[in-house]
């Protein structure tokens, strides 16, 4: 509670000096202030007063405060959203509290890159198969978004990666740090064309939790015809991390960097050499045609190829996957009866077929055969949205879309031939929202809003094998208000939701770790969250600029109507989520290229089962940077950082396995870390 009151009382006092004149930023780190950068949430280009969705950005300033090594902690800073990475390169992503069904991987968020579905047909998403600068932005939006982006209740992340088509350059960056870690990134740009390599390795700090990452990437953006414009997106990435497994507490107490030890009846993670290796190929393209200055068509297509294998306890899966997609818009901006309307139609449709096949694990070693089944999936959905300012700075908008989803399930051994499906059809999803600005510096923003998730593929048909035709698909209802305030110098956010959730999936796990997945009743999840910021001494005179800035949130989310066995769980919080988190952090930005940045991040304790009788630490995240950025001459620039990061905290995990069978619950990360990296690079033919 002192921290809740502390953090309230620095929002009130800066929301209230936020009123204050002020002199207009000078950023030498070329970000845009908030109220310049376009929110593209919902295909609507609003500005940061105007959006009627509850969105988090990453910035490339954002990015800066924190190590190039992953993009976790810059997630972490953005209220009600969390990133866990329990091994290097094993991604968990949760927007308010959706990670319930992920045991690894992510699960009920769905995310475009540069325009293009990146999230598969079957609902997973291959993150870790990007390299870290193939990303310089996200925009994150938060709550159901299936009116307009189909299937999902978590919400949608919006991937960019940004090119300057006017710059040519080539570039070499290195990197180092603790635990082995080395990255090495090359980039060739000649216009809106780039070519970029990316190496990442790491021993990583536990016991069995090596990783390895090679990726390249191929991005062109030009004109085609005279109102054409068209951009293509290629990339291949090979990656492998070992898995170390979850400890229980004596064996994490012992040595926190153990893998998974075996056991008299079960190997462990080095015995049977668990791990991920997954090489992915993706070639996608965007094509946007202003057919006139009020209509607008655009067509985003792309093919992705999979080989997957994964070493685990129990068995050796191997999975060969092929998808194919895209989505179709039309939108109109323009005046309808003297009312300033956008509207918004089209489809997005997805298919992915994944051959499976289950062997025993020898060693690490594929086996004796245990399963040989095909799933195909196809996803399909209808949205049109309309945005009218009715009044004078009041947008309205009511988006409606219509879904279907299918699994078509093959099983070829065992024997008998088994051949099943699953539909989820004709589910309308609904959204509407308004947002009045204020004196052109406040806005007030209400919406409702609906969401639908079926099962992804790994909950339909887990890791042991199977086809569980049983699941049904989530369904929510959320309500959301918001009040702004962006000026010169000054932002923040305050806002408050509630979110109901009926046939919520979550994981259970049997003694060897395959993980199986049901349907748990009801939850209702209500949150409190904000963010704020101010800039000082922003004069173009100034020695320095900097940055004072405070995210938070508050939850209360509980299980309704749920019972395990006879146990009656109803009115317990869920895992995985702390009643509250925060994260404060100071900017400076200095003449000569000089930058400092100081950011704390802290968790409250949460619990790890859905009994509510395990219970972890909260804990204190302390990191730095410093980064000097250097011009020398016309061509060559250069770049020097450091980094360094110290945890306070009783157990540090970023990822705990909930609800694990034998009270393995403990994946440890190290409590200090240290990394720099030093990059140089040539530019020529800028055209002012």
Not at 151 to 175: F, M, Y
Not at 470 to 477: F, I, P, Q, S, T
Not at 499 to 509: D, K
Not at 563 to 590: M, Y
């Amino acid at each position: 509670m002192p921290k809740i009151y502390l953090a309230s009382c620095l929002f009130i006092a800066l929301f209230t000096s936020g009123t204050k004149t002020a002199l207009a930023q000078t950023d030498t780190t070329q970000t845009k202030q908030l109220g310049e950068v376009t929110i593209n949430a919902f295909e609507s280009k609003a500005t940061a007063l105007s959006t009627s969705a509850s969105v988090g950005l990453i910035t490339s300033r954002s990015l800066e405060r924190f190590s190039a090594v992953s993009w976790t902690n810059s997630v972490n800073a953005i209220a009600g959203v969390r990133m866990e990475e329990r091994s290097p390169g094993s991604y968990r992503f949760s927007i308010r509290g959706s990670m319930l069904r992920s045991p690894f991987g992510i699960r009920n968020v769905k995310f475009y890159w540069n325009g293009i579905p990146f999230t598969d047909a079957s609902g997973n998403t291959p993150l870790n198969t990007l390299d870290y600068n193939a990303v310089q932005s996200m925009q994150i939006i938060k709550g159901p978004a299936s009116s307009i982006y189909g299937a999902g209740t978590g919400g949608v992340v919006l991937l960019r990666s940004t090119t300057d088509n006017q710059l040519n350059r080539i570039e070499q960056s290195v990197g180092v740090g603790k635990y082995g870690f080395q990255s090495r990134n090359t980039t060739l740009q000649v216009g809106g064309i780039a070519i970029q390599y990316g190496h990442t390795q790491q021993d990583g700090y536990r016991n069995h939790s090596a990783m390895g990452r090679d990726a390249i990437r191929f991005s062109s953006t030009g004109k085609l015809g005279k109102k054409g414009t068209i951009s293509l997106l290629g990339m291949y990435s090979d990656i492998h991390y070992q898995t170390p497994g979850g400890l229980n507490l004596a064996q994490f107490q012992t040595d926190p960097k153990l893998a998974r030890p075996s056991t008299s009846a079960i190997p462990g993670s080095e015995a049977q050499r668990a791990g991920i290796y997954t090489k992915m190929a993706l070639l996608g393209g965007n094509y946007v045609l202003n057919i006139s200055d009020k209509w607008s068509q655009s067509n985003a297509l792309y093919l992705t190829t999979t080989d997957f294998a994964n070493p685990f306890i129990s068995n050796f899966e191997k999975r060969d996957e092929q998808g194919l997609g895209g989505r179709n818009m039309w939108q109109y901006n323009g005046q309808l009866a003297n009312i300033q309307t956008n509207w918004t139609s089209g489809f997005e449709w997805q298919y992915s077929k994944s051959a499976q096949r289950n062997y025993d694990n020898k060693g690490g070693v594929a086996d004796k055969q245990q399963t040989a089944e095909d799933i195909r999936t196809t996803s399909l959905s209808v949205f049109s949205q309309v945005e009218a300012v009715i009044l004078k700075d009041l947008t309205a908008t009511a988006g409606l879309s219509y879904n279907t989803f299918k699994y078509t399930y093959e099983r070829y051994f065992p024997l008998p031939f088994s051949n099943e499906s699953r539909s989820f059809d004709g589910v309308f999803i609904p959204r509407v929202a308004l947002n009045k600005v204020i004196d052109k510096t406040w806005a007030i923003t209400a919406s409702y809003s609906r969401g639908f998730s079926p099962p992804t593929l790994q909950e339909v048909r887990p890791s042991a094998g199977g086809f569980r035709r049983d699941l049904d698909a989530e369904k929510g209802v959320n309500t959301e208000l918001s009040i702004r305030k962006i000026s010169k110098n000054f932002s923040g956010e305050v806002g408050v939701y509630s979110f109901g959730l009926r046939e919520t999936i979550v994981r259970r796990s049997d003694e060897s770790g395959s993980e199986y997945f049901v349907n748990a009743g009801k939850t209702r999840q209500n949150g409190l969250e904000w963010n704020v910021s101010y800039d000082f001494l922003t004069a173009s005179s100034a020695p320095l600029t900097f940055k004072v800035w405070n995210s938070g949130t508050w939850t209360n989310y509980t299980f309704r109507e749920l019972s395990q066995g006879e146990n009656n769980i109803s009115g317990k919080f869920l895992p995985g989520v702390p009643r509250f988190s925060q994260n404060t952090g100071l900017d400076i930005l200095l003449q000569y290229g000089i930058s400092l940045f100081a950011t704390y991040q802290h968790g409250s304790a949460m619990f790890l089962n859905d009994a509510n009788t395990i219970k972890n630490t909260p804990y204190h995240l302390f990191t730095g940077r410093a980064t000097w950025k250097k011009s020398w001459g016309g061509h060559l620039y250069s770049e020097l950082s450091v980094s360094a990061e110290k945890v306070n905290a009783g157990i540090y995990s970023l990822g705990f396995d909930l609800n694990a069978f034998g009270n393995r619950y403990y994946n440890a990360a190290p409590k200090n870390n240290l990394w720099a990296g030093v990059k140089l690079g040539w530019e020529w033919g800028r055209k002012n």
